[in-house]
């Protein structure tokens, strides 16, 4: 098994968030691992990404020029990265910031799902990376088939902040139940 994936958007989307969780759960399983970060040239609101491959044997290269999974925050990563997952791969897209999309290339599902709506349902753009974790965990069931591992590992995570325990659960429920009713 080799799953390769890469999370694209701009600073303070919580994208290096989730790409540090996936990594560290599927560490925490025994499965090698790379996380890869990649930064824009701009302080803030440049472009952040990052890379993620999880596999049962070493892995060769931590950046694959094709992707099984691609998730694109807002408009630019969309436009430029969107062609980059293999065919059988999914490519989620966050509808909210990126309303208009193409037909995606043959072999790719795409899925829109409202990550940023969600936040602004819950009032706090801060739980970006919450909510967007949930929603991948949905789609990384072939490797980790419980995303309460997830959850458990952002919680433990946040131990030092209880005040922002609940916010966060709930995000990361939305998000998954976001992703759910998006797959249908």
């Known amino acids: 098994m080799l799953k390769s994936m890469y999370f694209a958007g701009i600073g303070g989307q919580g ?21 890869s970060p990649k930064y824009g040239t701009a302080k803030r609101g440049g472009l952040t990404s990052c890379f993620v491959v999880i596999s049962d044997d070493e892995i060769g290269n931590p950046r694959k020029k094709k992707q099984d999974l691609l998730v694109v925050m807002e408009p630019k990563a969309y436009a430029q990265f969107h062609h980059d997952v293999k065919a059988g791969g999914t490519l989620v897209v966050n509808s909210t910031l990126v309303p208009q999309t193409e037909e995606p290339d043959e072999g790719v599902k795409q899925v829109n799902v409202p990550l940023h709506g969600i936040c602004a349902e819950l009032g ?22 419980d995303t309460q591992e997830f959850l458990d590992f952002m919680l433990k995570q946040l131990s030092k902040r209880p005040d922002l325990l609940e916010l966060n659960k709930k995000a990361f429920e939305m998000g998954n139940q976001a992703m759910l009713e998006s797959l249908k």
């Open 15 to 35: 994208l290096q968030v989730v790409g540090k969780t996936i990594a560290a759960v599927a560490n925490e399983k025994g499965y090698h691992v790379t996380y």
């Open 124 to 145: 706090n753009t801060k739980v970006i990376s919450s909510v967007a974790l949930g929603a991948v965990a949905e789609l990384l069931k072939d490797i980790f088939p």
